[in-house]
Antibody, heavy 125, light 111 residues
Framework: QITLKESGPTLVRPTQTLTLTCTIS??????????VGWIRQPPGKALEWLGI???????RYTPSLRNRLSITMDTSKNHVVLTMTDMDPVDTGTYFC?????????????????WGQGILVTVSS | QSALSQPRSVSGSPGQSVTVSCTGT?????????VSWYQQHPGKAPKLMLF???KRPSGVPERFSGSKSGNTASLTISGLRTEDEADYYC???????????FGGGTKVTVL
């Protein structure tokens, strides 16, 4: 059974850096065709795709946040780490990690399933 | 503002059919057959309902179907059931620049 679970701080001060960890089980991060994406959702609002890391360490980021985001993986710990710098109250929301549907190429996305339960991050002084 | 446009809400009575539209552009929905749909109940994580416009993952009822015409994709729920009441989001691959975009979400209400 494939599971993902997000962990990290639930309160971050403005201008600080957010670091979230996605712990995966049931698959290997280095299996060809797989990858883990990050998606966030402000309270009461829509989903927003943030970025993805692939089995071959290739990465993609949403253009509007590219200069603030970094996604890395630690295969020994089965972790995928999201780092977002210069946090602002508008970044408040639930952050999800999700497995991409397997596909041989890292150049397109079919969808995401399963998802982690999400972690609510509040940015406030 | 989300890249893909969805109606804020749709509603139907049990047993009826409802359709949720998702309008993008010629750079995303119109160009690629990589549209997916997600169901999200309050306080829960999204669940994949359709991918590649029409394909259902294992376990998703046949009542859920998808289609696409031009820049607009659609999700149809037939034989509406109370447990279908949820938010639904469309998502599309958008090429090398934007890569993945989501819709603004539609609340489906079962009357």
């Amino acid at each position: 059974q494939i599971t993902l679970k997000e962990s990290g701080p639930t309160l971050v001060r403005p201008t600080q850096t957010l670091t979230l960890t996605c712990t995966i089980s049931g698959f290997s991060l280095t299996t060809s065709g797989l990858g883990v994406g990050w998606i966030r959702q402000p309270p009461g609002k829509a989903l927003e795709w943030l970025g993805i890391i692939y089995w071959n360490d290739d990465k993609r980021y949403t253009p509007s946040l590219r200069n603030r985001l970094s996604i890395t993986m630690d295969t020994s710990k089965n972790h995928v780490v999201l780092t977002m710098t210069d946090m602002d109250p508008v970044d408040t929301g639930t952050y999800f990690c999700a497995q991409r549907l397997p596909f041989w190429s890292s150049f397109l996305e079919l969808g995401f399933e399963p998802w982690g339960q999400g972690i609510l991050v509040t940015v406030s002084s | 503002q989300s890249a893909l446009s969805q109606p804020r809400s749709v509603s139907g009575s049990p047993g009826q059919s409802v359709t949720v539209s998702c309008t993008g552009t010629s750079s995303d929905v119109g160009r690629y057959d990589y549209v997916s749909w997600y169901q999200q109940h309050p306080g829960k994580a999204p669940k994949l309902m359709l991918f590649e416009v029409t394909k259902r993952p294992s376990g998703v009822p046949e009542r859920f179907s998808g289609s696409k015409s031009g820049n607009t994709a659609s999700l149809t729920i037939s034989g509406l059931r109370t447990e279908d009441e949820a938010d639904y989001y469309c998502c599309s691959f958008a090429g090398s620049n934007n890569f993945v975009v989501f819709g603004g979400g539609t609340k489906v209400t079962v009357l």
